[in-house]
């Protein structure tokens, strides 16, 4: 099993995992984030920011699947 498929299910065992959502601190940040690279004012750095907060994101809805399927298939 790769490296990132165990952190996925390690983080899938989480308590909370289900219902964490971002802060709204961190979703004002990626609409400011997302409005600046419309209109092209976004700097190399953040840039950078907005592809962290993508990849994040991407990674939350993967543990979160897995986390839904343990739910309904069991240990």
């Known amino acids: 099993m790769p490296a990132s498929e165990e952190i996925i ?5 989480a308590p909370n995992v289900l219902t964490f959502t971002p802060s709204d ?3 004002d940040r990626v609409w400011e984030l997302i409005d600046k690279e ?3 004012a ?4 953040e840039k950078y920011e907005l592809d962290h907060y993508a990849q994040m994101e991407h ?16 240990p």
């Open 38 to 40: 419309k209109s092209g």
């Open 59 to 74: 990674l939350m809805r993967l543990v979160k699947a897995r986390a839904k399927r343990r739910l309904h298939v069991g």
């Open 9 to 13: 299910d390690l983080l899938a065992e």
């Open 25 to 27: 601190n961190a979703r």
């Open 42 to 45: 976004l700097t190399e750095d």
